[in-house]
């Protein structure tokens, strides 16, 4: 009775599985770093006002993926955190599943982690706190780390610290994107770090590393950075 069972169970998950496979597709979605015009270069430097600004870290999270049609969601990504890392370039290109079939004609996702999954402790896979972007149960996650170095034309040189984040009320730094689309098979995003960084910035502050009224500004210019490719 037990093998029967077995059995059983074992031509149901893959009854399952060719189901899901043949009922889905993928969306391709590809963040491409740039500083102004031109791509990033491969030592993430550019110029600002005539200095220098080399970025050493960049990471963010992406999640709550969504696809709506005329204003209502069609389709919603479970367990959507993905965690994007200047330095692995394989993290730039997201490969997400959605159902065969669909129609939609907005992308929206957020830009950083919601507050019940900040609440709610530590969790694995992108989340988990050896990536480097959890604070503590207080502060939850990280939503973006930018960390680098600034030199003048004066030849001043300083470093920079941002650690973006915070849930709680008049610190929730969490952002939320929204796109149109006319298809869903890839899409590309361009990310202008030049917009991001400035000399400006860093010689007003240098380092944001906790919640606040700063790092939710931060975030405001960190989401408008992003632009859909056409």
């Known amino acids: 009775m037990k093998r029967i069972l077995s059995l059983i169970l074992a031509q149901i998950i893959v009854y399952c599985s060719n189901t899901f496979a043949q009922s889905s597709s993928q969306l391709e979605l590809e963040i491409i770093p740039i500083a102004g015009a031109h791509e ?50 394989e993290s730039l290109a997201l490969k997400i599943k959605i159902p065969n079939q669909l129609i939609a004609d907005e992308l929206v996702f957020n830009l950083g982690i919601d507050s019940i999954t900040s609440v709610s402790g530590v969790f694995g896979a992108d989340l988990d706190p050896t990536k480097g972007m959890y604070w503590t149960w207080q502060s939850g996650y990280i939503n973006v780390k930018i960390e680098g170095t600034y030199k003048s034309k004066e030849g001043v040189i300083k470093s920079f610290i941002y650690h973006l984040g915070g849930y709680q009320q008049n610190e929730n730094a969490l952002q939320t994107l929204k796109f149109k689309i006319d298809q869903l098979n890839s899409l590309k995003f361009y990310f202008d770090v030049q917009k991001l960084i400035t000399s400006e910035i860093v010689k007003q502050q240098p380092n944001i590393m906790s919640p606040g009224k700063e790092a939710v500004a931060l975030s405001l210019r960190t989401k408008s950075c992003f632009n859909l490719a056409k």
Request: with cysteine; net charge negative.
């Open 40 to 89: 990033l270069s491969s030592e993430k430097c550019f110029s600002s006002a005539g200095d220098s600004i080399c970025i050493d870290v960049m990471k963010m999270y992406l999640s709550g993926f969504q696809l709506l049609n005329k204003g209502v969601t069609v389709w919603s990504e479970m367990q959507s955190f993905h965690l994007i890392d200047l330095n692995k370039p």
